[in-house]
Nanobody
Framework: QVQLVESGGGLVQAGDSLRLSCAAS????????MAWFRQAPGKEREFVAG????????DYADSVKGRFTISRDNAKNTLYLQMNSLKPEDTASYSC???????????????????WGQGTQVTVSS
Protein backbone atom coordinates (compact mmCIF):
# COMPACT_ATOMS: atom_id res chain seq x y z
CA GLN A 1 0.00 0.00 0.00
CA VAL A 2 1.41 3.35 -1.03
CA GLN A 3 1.47 5.97 1.67
CA LEU A 4 2.64 9.56 1.86
CA VAL A 5 2.81 10.83 5.42
CA GLU A 6 3.45 14.49 6.20
CA SER A 7 4.86 15.86 9.43
CA GLY A 8 6.26 19.09 10.79
CA GLY A 9 3.22 21.33 10.83
CA GLY A 10 2.24 23.43 13.81
CA LEU A 11 1.30 26.81 15.23
CA VAL A 12 3.90 29.53 14.78
CA GLN A 13 4.12 33.31 14.77
CA ALA A 14 4.57 35.46 11.71
CA GLY A 15 8.23 35.53 10.69
CA ASP A 16 8.97 32.08 12.08
CA SER A 17 10.13 29.03 10.14
CA LEU A 18 8.92 25.46 9.79
CA ARG A 19 10.15 22.43 7.89
CA LEU A 20 7.63 19.98 6.57
CA SER A 21 8.54 16.40 5.70
CA CYS A 22 6.76 13.84 3.57
CA ALA A 23 7.81 10.23 3.97
CA ALA A 24 6.84 7.79 1.25
CA SER A 25 6.35 4.08 1.75
CA UNK A 26 5.00 1.22 -0.29
CA UNK A 27 6.93 2.25 -3.38
CA UNK A 28 9.74 4.59 -4.33
CA UNK A 29 9.26 7.90 -6.10
CA UNK A 30 12.84 8.45 -7.10
CA UNK A 31 11.84 8.86 -10.76
CA UNK A 32 8.72 10.89 -10.10
CA UNK A 33 7.89 14.53 -9.82
CA MET A 34 6.67 15.49 -6.36
CA ALA A 35 5.06 18.62 -5.02
CA TRP A 36 3.48 20.42 -2.10
CA PHE A 37 -0.03 21.83 -2.27
CA ARG A 38 -2.02 23.70 0.35
CA GLN A 39 -5.63 24.39 1.06
CA ALA A 40 -7.07 27.00 3.39
CA PRO A 41 -10.66 26.85 4.65
CA GLY A 42 -13.08 28.04 1.99
CA LYS A 43 -10.38 28.19 -0.66
CA GLU A 44 -9.32 25.91 -3.49
CA ARG A 45 -6.25 23.72 -3.23
CA GLU A 46 -3.25 25.54 -4.65
CA PHE A 47 0.19 24.57 -5.85
CA VAL A 48 2.99 25.64 -3.55
CA ALA A 49 6.17 24.06 -4.89
CA GLY A 50 7.29 21.19 -7.09
CA UNK A 51 10.51 19.31 -7.73
CA UNK A 52 11.65 17.00 -10.48
CA UNK A 53 12.92 13.48 -9.87
CA UNK A 54 16.59 14.41 -9.46
CA UNK A 55 16.02 17.55 -7.45
CA UNK A 56 17.82 19.86 -9.87
CA UNK A 57 14.69 21.60 -11.10
CA UNK A 58 12.08 23.29 -8.93
CA ASP A 59 9.05 25.51 -9.35
CA TYR A 60 7.27 27.75 -6.87
CA ALA A 61 4.07 29.70 -6.58
CA ASP A 62 4.74 33.42 -6.74
CA SER A 63 3.35 33.84 -3.24
CA VAL A 64 6.10 31.71 -1.68
CA LYS A 65 9.02 32.37 -4.00
CA GLY A 66 12.09 33.44 -2.03
CA ARG A 67 10.63 32.21 1.27
CA PHE A 68 10.02 28.48 0.72
CA THR A 69 12.46 25.82 -0.49
CA ILE A 70 11.47 22.37 -1.71
CA SER A 71 13.98 19.52 -1.64
CA ARG A 72 14.08 15.76 -1.67
CA ASP A 73 16.26 12.95 -0.41
CA ASN A 74 15.72 10.01 -2.73
CA ALA A 75 17.81 7.72 -0.56
CA LYS A 76 15.28 8.29 2.21
CA ASN A 77 12.27 8.51 -0.12
CA THR A 78 11.41 11.79 1.60
CA LEU A 79 10.26 15.19 0.39
CA TYR A 80 10.80 18.42 2.33
CA LEU A 81 9.48 21.96 2.39
CA GLN A 82 11.48 24.57 4.27
CA MET A 83 9.25 27.53 5.03
CA ASN A 84 10.83 30.78 6.20
CA SER A 85 9.37 34.20 6.96
CA LEU A 86 5.94 32.69 7.42
CA LYS A 87 2.91 34.95 7.04
CA PRO A 88 -0.65 34.57 8.33
CA GLU A 89 -1.79 34.02 4.73
CA ASP A 90 0.34 30.85 4.67
CA THR A 91 -2.10 29.26 7.11
CA ALA A 92 -3.46 26.10 5.47
CA SER A 93 -3.34 22.33 5.41
CA TYR A 94 -0.24 21.31 3.47
CA SER A 95 -0.22 18.07 1.50
CA CYS A 96 2.50 16.34 -0.45
CA UNK A 97 1.76 14.68 -3.76
CA UNK A 98 3.51 12.45 -6.26
CA UNK A 99 3.02 11.73 -9.92
CA UNK A 100 2.37 8.06 -10.54
CA UNK A 101 4.85 7.61 -13.38
CA UNK A 102 8.38 8.62 -14.28
CA UNK A 103 8.39 12.22 -15.38
CA UNK A 104 10.75 15.16 -15.72
CA UNK A 105 7.93 17.72 -15.82
CA UNK A 106 6.87 19.72 -12.78
CA UNK A 107 3.10 19.92 -12.91
CA UNK A 108 1.18 22.63 -11.09
CA UNK A 109 -2.35 21.22 -11.31
CA UNK A 110 -3.45 18.91 -8.51
CA UNK A 111 -5.28 16.67 -11.01
CA UNK A 112 -1.91 15.66 -12.46
CA UNK A 113 -0.80 14.00 -9.23
CA UNK A 114 -1.83 10.48 -8.34
CA UNK A 115 -0.69 9.96 -4.77
CA TRP A 116 -1.53 12.24 -1.85
CA GLY A 117 -0.80 12.50 1.82
CA GLN A 118 -3.42 13.36 4.44
CA GLY A 119 -1.99 16.79 5.10
CA THR A 120 -0.40 18.62 8.00
CA GLN A 121 -1.81 21.85 9.41
CA VAL A 122 0.25 25.02 9.43
CA THR A 123 -1.17 27.96 11.36
CA VAL A 124 0.62 31.30 11.40
CA SER A 125 -0.53 33.89 13.90
CA SER A 126 0.03 37.60 13.42
Amino acid sequence: QVQLVESGGGLVQAGDSLRLSCAASGRTFTSNTMAWFRQAPGKEREFVAGINWSGDDTDYADSVKGRFTISRDNAKNTLYLQMNSLKPEDTASYSCAAVGYSSRTIYTKHSQYHYWGQGTQVTVSS
